[in-house]
C-alpha cells in the first residue's frame, strides 16, 4: 500500500543542502518509504526512536560524515509520512525533533 512522503519546510532546506550523493540516497529511501512502509530495516541503523511515539530513523550510508534522516507517521489513516530532520548524526538533536 503507498504512502506520501513529504519534507516539511526545514527537511527541504536541510536536503537541498545535502551532497548529490546523498540528496540520491534521500530519493532513495523516500521512495522505499513511500512503497514498503515507514518500518525500513534494510537500511544502516534504522530504529524507532526511543520516548517518541511514531518517530522512526536511518542513516543514509555508513560513510563520514554520517547523514541521519528522522521522519514521522503523521497521519495513519491516510497513510502520510513526514520527514522531519535531514543532516550530519552529530548535529540531531532527537530531543528537540517534532
Not at 540528496?23 to 537500511?43: F, H, K, T, Y
Not at 489513516?77 to 550530519?88: D, F
Amino acid at each position: 500500500m503507498g504512502r506520501t512522503v513529504q519534507f516539511t519546510g526545514k527537511a527541504r532546506k536541510q536536503k537541498e543542502q545535502l551532497p548529490e550523493r546523498w540528496q540520491a540516497l534521500l530519493d532513495a529511501l523516500r521512495r522505499d518509504i513511500e512503497v514498503n512502509g515507514p518500518v525500513v530495516p534494510s537500511w544502516p541503523n534504522y530504529g524507532k526512536l526511543k520516548g517518541k511515539p511514531g518517530y522512526h530513523h536511518c542513516h543514509l550510508d555508513k560513510s563520514k560524515p554520517r547523514y541521519v534522516v528522522v521522519w514521522k507517521v503523521a497521519e495513519n489513516a491516510i497513510q502520510l509520512v513526514e520527514v522531519r530532520y535531514v543532516g550530519t548524526h552529530e548535529k540531531a538533536d532527537y530531543g528537540k525533533i517534532r
